[in-house]
């Protein structure tokens, strides 16, 4: 990587991504993936995007404290482990087209959908999220969709939706981090540019508050919705034009 002019792209870069993701609470990390990409090889890429989006969810769940539900996020960290321990153990190869095609057509439904009359609460629904989202994280880039999904059927604020995906967010990052150290990544070489980045996230989340603070619940959540359904787009027609 060069210096210093990769350096001011890639600072820019988390705090532009950072206001996104403090503003809508998704997408801005899987477009900060998308430029480091251009500068690192995915051993180090994947390690330095999770501690960046580490600092970038602390943060956004930090400004919003108050409204996150504290159930919810145990819930998914306990799942978190237990999706974690398991997909360390197994060797699990996913057909792409197919899978897209099914995560697609769950994100669109859950998206659009509306609430059932009747229909069932699942007691501890959270901890089989977290314990789901994390095993497929270890297979898929971009989990924060999904987890928005899950989101839009709960009957939440936008403050307490923000909040709270972005500590269970937190915990899938940390976990990634800490399964990279103990395989011997050695931060050192990164930590000036870890810094600019990381300073970075935050001054663009206390942004993205502004920005939040600013926006209707309903437009909020009209938001949500098309993001959740252009990642389903964008998965169903990688699928259907692979096929």
Known sequence: MSEPGSTAVLVA????TAVVSGTLGMVGGSLLLGVMGVFFPPAVLVPIHGIIQLSSNVTRAGLHLRSIHPRRVLLFAVGAVIGAAV???VVVTLPEREFSLLIGAFLLISAWLPPLPGAPRIPGKFLIVGAGLTFLSLFIGATGPLLAAFFLRENLSKTEHIA???ACQALTHFAKIVAFVGMGFALGAYLPLVGGMVAASIAGNYVGKRVLDGIPEKSFRAAMKLLVSAF????????????
């Open 87 to 89: 997909g360390a153990r």
């Open 164 to 166: 709270t995906q972005a």
């Open 13 to 16: 870069a988390s705090f532009a």
């Open 232 to 243: 389903a787009a964008r998965l169903l027609w990688r699928a259907l034009s692979a096929g």
